[in-house]
């Protein structure tokens, strides 16, 4: 039944089952690749993160020491226009107490400035180490990805081209190729023009050999050892 059409489907197949594997090769491999993007890029994230919170603290501080000064104002003006003595001494009281908290929070200040300094450097350093690795990263991510479609486009332009083949043929004649395949793991005709049966790997004796390639009838002659139909490619265009 060696019938050249089939032999053009078997591989089709098996060129089609070759670059399934590549493509989720490669799907794999950017997996990898994205997962450790994101290991890089939370490390940048979370520099980042640091200086945002010390930047919100200075925020605040800053704030507090804003309202103080105007709550320390308003009491002047109450201190102006106290009306006992008592009331005098307490104003002076909550301004003293204002005041020194003005002190404190300007104390912190000052550190608190410092670090946000410091963070910045931080992030600074860790955007210049990681930035190449980042960008080499997303090259090659970007670059798996196009082979990945280029493959995907080839192996579907294959499955059409089977389709095509398969229903310009017998579907009984389909029907005992697909019994043989499974029958053969996948592969029904074998080549033998190295020698040896490409499909149970068996090296014929030179005498052997030469007796099958005389005797070669595409279709009917079979691998003494696997049973499988055989073929030579150097008489065969496949
Ligand atoms: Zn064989």
């Known amino acids: 039944m060696l019938n050249e059409k089939l032999l053009k489907v078997q591989n089709l197949e098996i060129e089609s089952i070759r670059l399934g594997t590549k493509i989720n090769d490669l799907e794999k491999e950017k997996r990898e690749l994205l997962s450790k993007l994101a290991e890089v890029e939370r490390k940048i994230e979370s520099a980042a993160d640091k200086l945002r919170e010390k930047e919100k603290e200075l925020s605040e501080l800053k704030n507090f020491i804003e309202y103080k000064k105007l709550r320390i104002e308003e009491l002047e003006k109450q201190k102006e226009s106290a009306k006992s003595r008592e009331e005098f001494k307490k104003v002076l009281r909550a301004i003293a107490k204002n005041e020194d908290e003005v002190i404190k929070a300007k104390q912190k200040l000052t550190m608190v400035e410092a670090e946000v300094e410091a963070l910045k450097d931080a992030y600074r350093k860790v955007k210049e180490q990681f930035s190449p690795e980042i960008q080499k990263l997303k090259e090659e991510i970007e670059e798996i990805s196009s082979e990945v479609e280029i493959l995907k486009r080839k192996k579907e332009k294959l499955l059409k081209e089977i389709e095509d083949l ?56 079979k691998c003494p050892y696997c049973g499988r139909f055989i073929y030579s490619k150097k008489l065969v265009k496949a």
């Open 166 to 221: 398969k229903s310009s043929m017998e579907p009984s004649e389909i029907e005992k190729f697909e019994q043989l395949k499974s029958k053969f793991n996948g592969l029904v005709f074998s080549d033998i023009s190295s020698g040896a049966c490409e499909g149970c790997g068996m090296t014929y004796s030179p005498a052997e050999y030469r007796e099958l390639i005389k005797n070669l009838t595409p279709g009917k002659s």
